[in-house]
């Protein structure tokens, strides 16, 4: 009996030099990133409180919320039990961002990094009513009008 053959087994063959490469960061995981970070700085969790709950360092925590180090199964459903969250919060939106992007950061993710975006946010998500909500946004449109934006530079 001969073990060598030139018959390929399909699961075996290399991949394809135009297929991307699976262990590098992509758009989507840039997405999963900001959506764990949202989430953290909803709950007013610090870098440093949420890599202590997940037994790793503040530093993994920022390439994970920065999409440079992707997250795997385990450690994602282990984020959505600290966050209290489910694991499709995390993907919300993701058909939109797997799009690529024209620079490092989004204007949402820097945004994000203002803690009066980060306030408003809190006050807004405690708004029950789904009415006072949108009167919410008016004024908030009407203001970022009057400041020189139009709707073309909003997220």
Known sequence: MTTASTDR???HEP???NLPNQRSANSVDSHVGSRVRLRRLELG?????????LGITFQQVQKYE???NRIG?????????????PITYFFEGASESALPRTSET???ADALSDPATVRLVRAFASIG????KQKAVGIIEAIAD???HTNDERY
Not at 45 to 53: G, M, P, V, Y
Not at 73 to 85: G, N, P
């Open 9 to 11: 087994n399909p699961v």
């Open 15 to 17: 991949r394809s030099e």
């Open 45 to 53: 969790l610090s870098q440093e409180k949420l890599a202590d709950q």
């Open 66 to 68: 920065r999409g440079t």
């Open 73 to 85: 199964a385990s450690r994602l459903h282990q984020i959505a039990l600290v966050l209290q969250a």
């Open 106 to 108: 989004s204007p949402l």
């Open 129 to 132: 009513d789904p009415h006072l």
């Open 146 to 148: 009057t400041a020189g």
